[in-house]
């Protein structure tokens, strides 16, 4: 991490969480410009396509905390300790 943004880190977390979520938004919304068209396009369809298969029961949503907790056992479970 540069010295620059170290900095911006350490100022950003100054910030109430509203202001943070407002930072980054946007800093989101400026990397989501570089993105290009066809891309973007593509990424448009999938989401579209993944919406209509929880919708049609083709898939389930999980909560993120549960799914970030599969998540971690099988990468522990494949890179076990030792």
Not at 66 to 75: D, F, K, M, Q, T
Request: negative net charge.
């Amino acid at each position: 991490m540069t010295q620059t943004v170290a900095k911006i880190l350490q100022e950003a977390e100054q910030l109430t969480p509203e202001e943070r979520v407002e930072l980054a938004d946007r800093l989101l919304e400026s990397l989501a410009q570089t993105i290009p068209s066809e891309l973007a396009q593509a990424q448009i369809a999938e989401v579209r396509r993944r919406i209509a298969q929880v919708e049609d029961g083709e898939d389930l949503l999980i909560p993120g905390k549960e799914a970030l907790a599969h998540v971690r056992r099988s990468i522990a479970s494949s890179h076990p300790k030792g």
